[in-house]
């Protein structure tokens, strides 16, 4: 069950680290996200903040699925994810 549940997890994160990082390269679907007051694309501030978001996205993603044991490599040291 918790590795069912860790591979969902970071299959939806992998999922939103693909929508902001084509928000950061430039789709024009602004209007779906950071609260849908910017039509088209993002303005410049925002798709820094989107860049940032993937980092943080795939992060967590690893984070999970590390400590599921799903990985065996960790983007964290093992007394972080304790």
């Known amino acids: 069950m918790t590795t069912t549940a860790a591979t969902i997890a970071a299959s939806l994160l992998a999922a939103m680290a693909v929508l902001q990082a084509a928000l950061a390269l430039g789709a024009p679907i602004g209007g779906i996200v950071w609260g849908g007051r910017h039509e088209g694309q993002l303005p410049t501030s ?16 690893l984070v999970i699925l590390a400590q599921a044991s799903i990985l065996s490599w ?4 093992t007394r972080a994810l304790t």
């Open 74 to 77: 960790s983007p964290l040291p």
């Open 46 to 61: 925002l798709r820094f903040g989107s860049a940032a978001a993937v980092l943080i996205l795939i992060l967590a993603a």
